[in-house]
C-alpha cells in the first residue's frame, strides 16, 4: 500500500490530490478497526449490529478519487458473500459526477448474510428473500446516462435484465430503453404470494423518451411463456402504446 500527494497543505485542502496505489494479498479488515478510528459509525445501525464482522480483502487499485482503475476488487464475508469488480471510476468526490465503467460486477450472498448484515426493516415484510443468489453485472455512464445489464441466478429461478438510458436534464428526448426476461421465476414466493401467484417465464421489452406527463412516450411489448396465476397456466401477447397524444390502450392476446 503506497500513497502519494504534492504537499501536505494541498492535501488538507483537498483530498482529490492525494494518489493511492494498493496491491492487497489475502487481507483483513475487522470493522471494529474502523469503529476505532472513527466512533461515530456505531450510530448507525448496519455497523453497530456487525462491529466484529471481518471482510476479507484482496485489491490491486490505483489512482485518484477523479480516477480509479480497479485492476481487481474482491471483498467476501459472512456464509457466502462475495463482491468482485473490474473497472473504473471517476469523480468519485461528487455524486452527481460519477462516472463507472464497470465491465465485471459479480455478487454472491444469500438470505442469512442479508438479514444479518442489514438493519431490521430494510427488507420489507411482504419479500422473501432467495436462500442464495448470484449477481452478474456491467455498467457504463452516470446516473442518468448509462448503459447496464444484469442477469440473477437464485433459488427461486432467473432474471435478466438489460436497459440504456439518457435522461440528463436539458436531453430533449430523454430517451430509454429496456429489455427484461423471467426465467422460471417463482414470483409467489418472492412476495409470500404462492397460493395466487407461481413461476413466470416471460420477456418485456419497452423504450420511450421523456419523463413528464406531458412528453411521455413509450412502447411495451410482452411475450408471456408461461404465468401461474390464480391456478391459471396463462402465455400470449401483450402490447400497450404509452404515447400521451394517442389514446393509451393494450392489446393482448392470452
Known amino acids: ?50 462491529r466484529y464482522t471481518v471482510v476479507h480483502l484482496q485489491s490491486t487499485i490505483e489512482g485518484t478519487e477523479e480516477k480509479l482503475l480497479i485492476q481487481n476488487l474482491e471483498l467476501s464475508t459472512g456464509l457466502k458473500t462475495i463482491l468482485k469488480l473490474k ?6 468526490s461528487d455524486t452527481k459526477q460519477l462516472f ?13 448474510d442479508l438479514e444479518a448484515a442489514l438493519p431490521e426493516g430494510i427488507i420489507p415484510a411482504s419479500v422473501s428473500v432467495p436462500e442464495s443468489f448470484q449477481l452478474n453485472g456491467r455498467m457504463k455512464g ?31 428526448d430523454q430517451s430509454y430503453a429496456a429489455n427484461l426476461s423471467m426465467i422460471r421465476l417463482d414470483i409467489g414466493k418472492l412476495l409470500h404470494q404462492s397460493n395466487n401467484i ?14 413528464s406527463a406531458d412528453h411521455f412516450q413509450a412502447e411495451l411489448n410482452v411475450n408471456i411463456a408461461k404465468a401461474d396465476l390464480n391456478g391459471r397456466i396463462l402465455s400470449g401477447l401483450l402490447s400497450a402504446d404509452l404515447s400521451k397524444e394517442k389514446e393509451r390502450n393494450i392489446i393482448g392476446n392470452l
Open 1 to 50: 500500500l503506497s500513497v502519494k500527494y504534492n504537499a501536505l497543505s494541498a492535501l488538507l485542502d483537498s483530498i482529490s490530490t492525494l494518489y493511492l496505489k494498493a496491491d492487497l494479498k489475502n487481507s483483513d479488515i475487522a470493522l471494529s478497526d474502523i469503529i476505532l478510528i472513527h466512533p461515530a459509525l456505531l450510530q448507525q445501525s448496519a455497523f453497530e449490529k456487525n
Open 87 to 92: 473497472g473504473i471510476l471517476q469523480g468519485l
Open 100 to 112: 463507472a465503467d464497470l465491465p465485471m460486477i459479480e455478487f454472491k450472498t444469500g438470505k442469512k
Open 142 to 172: 452516470n446516473m442518468n446516462c448509462f448503459d447496464a445489464g444484469m442477469e440473477l441466478n437464485s433459488t427461486i429461478g432467473e432474471l435478466k435484465v438489460n436497459m440504456k438510458t439518457n435522461t440528463q436534464i436539458g436531453n430533449e
Open 198 to 211: 407461481g413461476l413466470m417465464s416471460l420477456v418485456a421489452n419497452v423504450k420511450g423518451k421523456g419523463l
